[in-house]
């Protein structure tokens, strides 16, 4: 079972564009961290003021993110969410919701971290949107 899920990982990451560049040593060291989780449609992901113990990644489906001013962003393969409250340390800042049936990625916060001290060119680039994310929100 713990074989099986390690293979359809594998299959799923491959939609992850944040994922692409990285060699195969680098992924299957992330692949061994990632669990897949299915939601049906309408389901909350991530609470808005709830701590944050993970990040997810959209292999399949969508989720709608309800911003704190009201708006709204959609989300769909490949993107990613729920890192914010990892980097910065804080409270969810939107709820997340799966708007179709939905295959996601998770990734426990710990080992987000070690995956970030040690390849750089990851954590950077999920800081950056992270970064995107926060200035559009001061915006809106
Ligand atoms: P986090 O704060 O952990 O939980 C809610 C998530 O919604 C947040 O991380 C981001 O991943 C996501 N999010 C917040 N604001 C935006 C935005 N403007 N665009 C896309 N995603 C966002």
Do not use: C
């Not at 993107?79 to 910065?88: D, K, R, T, V, W």
């Not at 996601?104 to 390849?119: G, P, Q």
């Amino acid at each position: 079972e713990r074989r099986r899920e390690y293979l359809r990982v594998w299959e799923q990451v491959a939609r992850v564009p944040l994922f692409a560049s990285l060699g195969v040593v680098t992924l299957s060291e992330i692949v061994g961290k990632l669990r897949t989780r299915y939601y049906p449609a309408r389901i909350t992901v991530v609470r808005r003021g709830d701590a944050g113990d993970s990040m997810f990644f959209i292999s399949s489906g969508e989720v709608e993110v309800r911003l704190p001013n009201g708006g709204s962003v959609r989300l769909g393969e490949g993107a990613f969410f729920g890192e914010m409250a990892l980097l910065e340390r804080q409270p969810r800042t939107a709820s997340v919701a799966t708007t179709k049936p939905t295959t996601l990625l998770v990734l426990y916060a710990s080992d987000f971290y070690e995956i970030a001290s040690h390849i750089p060119k990851l954590a950077e680039a999920v800081e950056v949107e992270a970064k995107r994310r926060r200035e559009e929100n001061l915006e809106r």
